[in-house]
C-alpha cells in the first residue's frame, strides 16, 4: 500500500496558487525525490503530505485513510520530519536531542531507545561520544545528522525531508547523501525528499517529481525522468546542477 497519496489537491495562499491538481502516490520503501525551481511549490506540498497545512481542494489519504485533521498531532508523529537548520535544542545534548521524540511518543522503553540512538548514529557516521556534546559544539554537517537520527528514533514508517542538506558544502552534501542511503538499505521506509539540487535528487530519488508553478510536470522513476524528460525544462532541470 502507498502510504502517502494525493488526489487533485490545490492550495493558495491569499488567492494566490502554490499547488494545482497535483495527484501524487508515493511509494512504500522508496525514496521519492521532489526537485523544482525556488517558490514551485515544494514545501508547501510537504506540509500538505505531514497535515501541517490542510488543502483548499483535494483528498490527502495517509497509509490508505482520509487524513484525519482532528487527529493530526498524532497522526505526524508517525512520520520523521527533517528540515533545513534542523532546530535542535540548544540547551540539551545530543543524545537528550535525538531521545526526544520517544519522551513525547512513549512508545518504547528507555533500553530500547538508548539501543537504536547507538545503531542510528552509527550509520550517520557521529561517534557515540558526541551524545554528550551540546548542538554549538557540532559542524553544520554533524547537526543535520542528529536531526537525521531523531526523525527517526521512533523508527517512524514514512520520512519527509525539506532541503535537509541545502546549507552544507558539496563534499558533506554527498557524505550524507551516502549515510541516507546506506540508512534506507538497512531500514527500509517511504522518503520524501524536497531539494532544489537536481544532482541531489538523482543522487537519492528512486522517483523524480519534478513541480513547476505548483504543478507536476513530471513523476516518473528517476531513469524514465533521465531517459525521457517531460520537456525541455524537465531536460534542463536533470542536466543543470542547481535550479
Ligand atoms: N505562508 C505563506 N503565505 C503566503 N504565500 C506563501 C506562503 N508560503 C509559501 N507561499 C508562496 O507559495 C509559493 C510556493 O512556496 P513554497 O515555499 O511551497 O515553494 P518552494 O518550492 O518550497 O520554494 P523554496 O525552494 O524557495 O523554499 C511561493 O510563491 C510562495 O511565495
Known amino acids: 500500500m502507498d502510504p502517502l497519496v494525493l488526489e487533485h489537491v490545490y492550495h493558495t495562499y491569499n488567492g494566490q496558487p502554490a499547488l494545482s491538481d497535483v495527484s501524487l502516490r508515493f511509494h512504500e520503501k522508496k525514496i521519492t525525490a521532489v526537485v523544482g525551481r525556488s517558490g514551485s511549490g515544494k514545501s508547501t506540498l510537504l506540509q500538505v503530505l505531514n497535515g501541517m ?4 481542494q483535494g483528498k490527502v489519504f495517509f497509509q490508505g485513510q482520509p487524513f484525519d485533521y482532528s487527529r493530526a498531532a ?31 511518543q512513549r512508545s518504547t522503553s528507555g533500553a530500547d531507545s538508548l539501543a537504536r540512538m547507538h545503531l542510528l548514529m552509527q550509520l550517520m ?8 556534546k551540546y548542538p ?7 547537526q543535520q545528522r542528529v536531526g537525521i537520527c531523531r526523525a527517526l528514533l521512533p523508527n517512524p514508517t514514512v520520512l519527509l525531508m525539506d532541503e535537509p542538506l541545502g546549507a552544507l558544502d558539496s563534499i558533506t552534501r554527498e557524505d550524507i547523501q551516502r549515510e541516507i542511503l ?4 538497512s531500514e527500509q521506509r517511504t522518503v520524501v525528499i524536497i531539494t532544489h539540487n537536481p544532482q541531489e535528487a538523482l543522487a537519492l530519488g528512486d522517483y523524480i517529481v519534478v513541480l513547476e508553478a505548483g504543478k507536476v510536470l513530471q513523476y516518473d522513476t528517476k531513469e524514465n ?3 525521457s524528460p517531460a520537456n525541455a525544462l524537465v531536460e534542463r532541470l536533470t542536466t543543470t546542477r542547481s535550479v
Open 53 to 56: 497545512l490542510r488543502p483548499g
Open 125 to 132: 557516521n557521529l561517534p557515540e561520544a558526541y551524545g554528550k
Open 136 to 142: 554549538h559544539e557540532l559542524s553544520g554537517g554533524e
Open 225 to 227: 525522468v533521465l531517459k
Open 182 to 185: 546506506q540508512l534506507q538499505q
Open 74 to 104: 498524532a497522526l505526524r508523529l508517525q512520520m520523521g520530519y527533517v528540515i533545513q537548520g534542523i532546530g535542535l535544542f540548544p540547551h540539551l545534548t545530543v543524545a537528550q536531542n535525538i531521545l526526544i521524540n520517544t519522551r513525547l
